[in-house]
């Protein structure tokens, strides 16, 4: 069916370190993938896109990869700091190109220790 | 606007009554979506717009809920006859095109039947 699934519900870090989230998609005609932000109260905020004709992308401290090979898209943080607490979405063009529309998963809630 | 505006932003009703949830996405944007957001779920893809073509209305959960997207440009969702399970926070998002960039989220109607 149409969905996204994310591996682990919650991850917990501790300030400083690095953080991999994980998230499993449906769509093997997916070409693009999303991983959003969301704190407490607001709506989802971009993080990093990546299209299916690359395996990596990187921005300012966050780098997504993509493995079509298994159907997994992957969020690293690097410093993980507190303001980084939140719940993380990825999403995926389900259907591929113009016909597709953006499908999330259940999303990841990030704990940053101090 | 500068952003996506959404309008309520919160909204208490009784069992029974209709509800209009209205959605400003930002200026140019011919992609428009909602999804809704039950506590601690992901983000439930309900229907979108694109330009002129005929609404996605694959993921509406009943025949209580339309949406409506005047001059391409404001959205209202609309719930009718509201029932309890209706209770989440309804989230509106825009985009330059479906499917394949980055959708820009309002802040949400946190809607409550009581």
């Known amino acids: 069916g149409e969905s996204v699934g994310l591996h682990l519900p919650t991850l917990s870090v501790q300030e400083g370190d690095n953080s991999i989230i994980n998230c499993a998609y449906s769509n093997s005609a997916s070409d693009y993938f999303i991983w959003y932000k969301q704190e407490s109260g607001k709506g989802p905020q971009f993080i990093i896109d990546?299209?299916?004709?690359?395996d990596k992308r990187q921005g300012q401290r966050v780098t997504v990869l993509l493995n079509k090979t298994v159907k997994h898209l992957s969020l690293q943080i690097a410093a993980t700091q507190p303001g980084d607490s939140a719940v993380y979405f990825c999403?995926?063009?389900?259907?591929?190109?113009?016909?597709?529309?953006?499908?999330f998963g259940q999303g990841t809630t990030l704990q940053v220790k101090p | 606007g500068a952003g996506v505006s959404q309008s309520p932003s919160n909204k208490v009703t009784e069992k029974g009554k209709d509800v209009e949830l209205r959605c400003d996405p930002i200026?140019?944007?011919?992609?428009l979506y909602w999804y809704r957001q039950s506590l601690g779920q992901g983000l439930e893809f309900l229907i979108y717009f694109q330009g002129n073509s005929a609404p996605d209305k694959s993921g509406l959960p009943s025949d209580r809920f339309s949406a409506e997207r005047t001059g391409g440009s404001v959205s209202t969702l609309t719930i009718q006859r509201t029932q309890q399970e209706d209770s989440a926070v309804y989230l509106c998002?825009?985009?330059?095109?479906?499917?394949?960039?980055?959708?820009?989220f309002g802040q949400g109607t946190r809607l409550t039947v009581v």
């Open positions: 999403a995926e063009n389900y259907g591929s190109g113009n016909t597709g529309k953006l499908i």
């Open positions: 998002a825009s985009s330059l095109s479906r499917g394949t960039t980055e959708a820009f």
């Open positions: 990546i299209r299916s004709n690359m």
């Open positions: 200026s140019g944007h011919t992609a």
